[in-house]
Structures are given as C-alpha cells and as structure tokens.
C-alpha cells in the first residue's frame, strides 16, 4: 500500500506561481512512476504531468509546457509539481498518482487533491 498526501494547494492571483508537493509512504518510492493530474469543475480529470522512476524521464502536457515542471526527490519520497504563470484555466483540484505499471488509466495509487485557484 502507497499512501500519498498533496499539499501546497491555494488561492493565487493570474502570473503567479504555486508549488505542489506530493508525500509518499509505505512501499518503496523509487519503484513507481510518478504523476500529476487536474480535475476542473465540470471536467473529467486530466493528465498533467509524469516522472520516471528515477526522475531521468519527465513528460507534461502540451497547455503547462514551459509553465509547469515536475520532479522528485526519491530520499524525501516527495514528488513536485512547480507552477508559474499560472491563469484561470489551471484552476483545478490536483492530484498525484502513483503506478508500477506504466498505466495512468488506472494508477495504482491516488491522493486525495489539493485545490489550486487562479483568480484574473
């Protein structure tokens, strides 16, 4: 079992920046990729980013490229998700994932979200 707690979540004005981190324990946190999604009000939950294992490969979604950047720090078993020039479109809750199995259809693990408001 992973359990994975994000923070970092709240209220910024539009070109501001947030950082999201997301906390893993239980099994071992180098064995999983990690991922970043969004669940806007209205929306189904979308793919926003994802890390290898090791933190050698990363991915992001075409809408935060160059605005978004996710990393890990496989010693604090935290994966991050920084966020600058933020606009109301990313106003969302997000989520971290987990999977051991190259599948974000269906991760094997969820947070629970944290909340990100833009405000124009």
């Known amino acids: 079992q992973v359990q994975l707690v994000e923070s970092g979540g709240g209220l910024v004005q539009a070109g501001g920046s947030l950082r999201l981190s997301c906390a893993a324990s239980g099994r071992t946190f180098s064995n999983y990729a990690m991922g970043w999604f969004r669940q806007a009000p209205g929306l189904e939950r979308a793919f926003v980013a994802d890390?290898?294992?090791?933190?050698?490969?990363?991915y992001h979604r075409n809408s935060v490229k160059g605005r978004f950047t996710i990393s890990r720090d496989n010693a604090k078993n935290t994966v991050y998700l920084q966020m600058n020039s933020l606009n109301p479109e990313d106003t969302a809750v997000y989520y971290c994932a987990a999977t051991n199995r190259g599948d974000w259809v269906r991760p094997d693990y969820w947070g629970q979200g944290t909340q990100v408001t833009v405000s124009s």
């Open positions: 890390i290898s294992r090791n933190g050698g490969n990363t």
